[in-house]
């Protein structure tokens, strides 16, 4: 039977009155205790081993840790060290079965409990280490939001992030020091943030109103084209609709989008799923660094941008579950190049608006099979005081599936 040598143990802040017998136990056996100065502190009184403050970052104490296999050590982390924590760091050099794990309640059920919310119906982010961008597109009208705050200073970000974007009304919730003695709770909006005095351990919780101008992004593939920045050169919103459901995304894959342009269909292609990844092929540095810019205005700053052609470009970069072709198809080698790229079973989508592109897309059914389909849009316009249905060019997309 593996020894189980390795246990974390989660503390709150109200510290060791607030932990059961078996934790205690488990930190006072510990050769080796590890764990954030404040974490340390709040045990002290049961440590009798060695003691290990996180160095900066905390992963370079992970092969110390590993190297006293054998020996109790205990490892201390907020609330539920498997809720944004040091616990799934642990699991990729340590194995479960050499584990004991002895969560708390995580900041966020306190919260909810604080605030009478359903944890089941809030949506939850962390800002510790990560930027405010992937809050965008978690701002529905009358959604709830708990996020951890990086420091003193997130809940002000956050309020300033609401009221440029239009949430200006929404109620922000500033807790701070849940479970301890200096346990404090003060509400107000985005519009009236003036808390300056904000405790270093805090957690924000929002409540979303949008104003008539918020910028909210809708659920479904297909975002009006006023939300990218652009030069005219994209994947206009019907066609897009369209592309992204042939791409069908699931949740976890990677999309190479090549000749990406303003970014628009790897953007919604994370949006769909926020386990996504893409990466945006783009010659053109100033389009690149549009599709930067629009990456982070929607609230996937993960969008991996690199500037080159295809299919020189493809060199180095990991297999991908789907592709998509929206500009290069007629240049030799790009279709052919992101086709043997392409995982067994992924997906590929390439559209064209060129007799020279369009005849590259003709061979590529024939040599590789898939469905060629045309997709024409009209939208009304002025024609003198009248109007009438002006058509867009027509785009022709083959799409397949690599056997």
């Not at 050769?31 to 009184?45: I, N, P, Y």
């Not at 301890?180 to 270093?200: L, M, N, Y």
């Not at 991996?304 to 020189?312: L, M, T």
Request: glycine share 12%; aromatic share 6%.
């Amino acid at each position: 039977m593996t020894e189980r040598w390795l246990s974390i143990v989660g503390i709150g802040e109200d510290g060791v009155e607030g932990l059961s017998p078996a934790a205690k136990k488990l930190i006072e056996g510990a050769e080796l205790v590890a764990g954030g100065a404040r974490h340390l502190a709040l045990a002290d009184k049961l440590i009798s081993g060695e003691r290990l403050p996180w160095p900066s970052p905390y992963t370079d104490a992970i092969p110390h840790l590993v190297g006293r296999r054998g020996s109790p050590v205990c490892v201390l982390a907020s609330g539920d060290p498997f809720f944004y924590g040091v616990g799934a760091k642990l699991t990729a050099f340590v194995a479960p079965e050499e584990m004991r794990i002895v969560p708390a309640p995580s900041s966020l059920s306190l919260a909810a409990a604080r605030l009478g919310w359903s944890l089941a119906d809030v949506r939850t982010i962390s800002f510790c280490g990560r930027p405010l961008a992937p809050l965008a597109p978690l701002l529905q009208p009358g959604a709830r939001v708990l996020a951890l705050s990086a420091d003193a200073a997130t809940p002000a970000e956050v309020a300033d992030f609401l009221s440029r974007r239009g949430f200006g009304e929404s109620r922000i919730h500033v807790l701070e020091s849940l479970g301890g003695p200096g346990e404090r709770i003060r509400s107000t909006t985005a519009w009236d943030f003036s808390f300056d005095d904000v405790g270093p351990l805090n957690l924000t919780a929002l409540e979303i109103v949008a104003g008539s101008d918020a910028a909210i992004l809708p659920r479904t593939s297909g975002l009006p084209d006023g939300l990218f920045e652009n030069d005219g050169q994209m994947t206009k919103r019907e066609v897009r609709a369209v592309t992204l459901s042939t791409l069908a995304p699931r949740s976890g894959e990677l999309l190479w989008d090549i000749g990406a342009g303003s970014g628009s269909i790897a953007i919604e292609w994370l949006l769909a799923d926020p386990a996504n990844r893409a990466i945006g092929i783009e010659r053109d540095p100033v389009r690149a660094a549009r599709a930067a810019r629009n990456a982070v205005d929607l609230g996937v700053p993960s969008l991996d941008i690199r500037e080159g052609s295809a299919p020189d470009a493809f060199q180095g970069l990991e297999a991908p579950d789907a592709v998509f072709i929206g500009g290069g198809i007629a240049n030799d080698g790009v279709l052919d190049g992101a086709y043997g790229a392409l995982k067994r079973g992924g997906r590929i989508v390439a559209n064209s608006i060129t007799v020279e592109s369009e005849a590259v897309l003709i061979d590529a059914v024939q040599r590789l099979g898939g469905t060629l389909t045309r997709l024409s849009v009209e939208r009304l316009d002025s024609i003198g005081g009248m109007h009438g249905f002006r058509p867009a060019m027509t785009v022709t997309q083959w799409s397949a599936v690599k056997p």
